[in-house]
């Protein structure tokens, strides 16, 4: 009963938090919206995209971009929570949450799935501005994907849990943030499938995108909106979340990880 009061208090703080910020939620929607509707629409000619699974026939490009943009507004959402982690510890909260009398991965694990829940709330969002724009995605795409949402979410706000252990100021996670979210996105299959990216002779970017947990997490929703599994996906997110957040809980451990040597060397 202690552990899920706990869990509670923390997703209702990271909730409550969310909705005071009237302008959070209109950000974060407006960012992929533009994407769709002005990129997509600049480039609908440009870049064609052949019958590849999951698709079973030619589709628009907004058809495609779709659950890039959506794992974009996941990606930017965990990136957001892990910056309210560097804002905690600078305010001292996080030292009160690490000193409750729970486990330490539990207190981060409750933290992860707070912004997990925030995640949904803002795809689901998008999702509904999709189907007012006519885009093409089924219905039953929301419930199939729910998981490959929560999945997704859970592997990149490991990731930004991860990067808040070695930023120690606000103004450091931004430039930091710039270097992670941009490249995931862009070298990826967000925005193009990488076959072209094969084609066009640029090998090297061709297999970083292969080894992109991002890439992976896109697959992942992209498949699981057709009701399909791409098992190749899922193995490589499950794992990049297992290794994220075990180097976070690692790396907040005050003996071992790097908030204890900080500590020390002060």
């Not at 609908?44 to 507004?73: D, H, K, R």
């Not at 859970?154 to 930091?176: I, R, T, Y």
């Not at 080894?211 to 399909?228: D, I, M, T």
């Not at 791409?230 to 490589?236: A, C, D």
């Amino acid at each position: 009963m202690h552990a899920i009061n706990a869990f509670s208090a923390l997703s209702a703080r990271e909730i409550g938090k969310f909705m005071r910020q009237k302008g959070r939620l209109f950000s974060a929607l407006v960012r992929p919206a533009l994407w769709l509707l002005v990129f997509a629409a600049g480039f609908q000619n440009v870049f064609g995209v052949a019958v590849i699974p999951p698709y079973e026939s030619y589709i628009e490009y907004e058809v495609y971009i779709t659950p890039g943009l959506l794992c974009m507004v996941i990606l930017f959402n965990g990136m957001q929570s892990s910056l309210s982690m560097v804002y905690d510890r600078e305010m001292g909260l996080m030292r009160l949450l690490l000193t409750a009398p729970l486990p330490r991965w539990y207190i981060l694990f409750s933290k992860l799935m707070a912004g997990t829940l925030l995640s949904l709330l803002q795809v689901y969002s998008f999702m509904i501005i999709c189907w007012l724009f006519e885009v093409d995605i089924p219905l039953y795409g929301a419930l199939t994907a729910l998981p490959a949402f929560i999945l997704a979410a859970l592997m990149l706000g490991a990731l930004g849990l991860l990067l808040s252990v070695s930023v120690k100021q606000l103004e450091n996670f931004a430039g930091m943030m710039n270097f992670v979210i941009f490249p995931m996105f862009f070298i990826s299959p967000a925005l193009y499938p990488l076959w072209k990216l094969e084609e066009a002779g640029a090998e090297l970017v061709f297999q970083v995108a292969q080894y992109n947990p991002f890439s992976h997490a896109v697959e992942l929703v992209r498949f699981a909106l057709y009701g399909q599994l791409n098992l190749l996906s899922l193995g490589v997110v499950s794992g990049a979340f297992i290794l994220f957040f075990s180097l976070a809980v690692w790396g907040y451990d005050p003996q071992k990880g790097v908030v204890g040597r900080s500590k020390a060397g002060r």
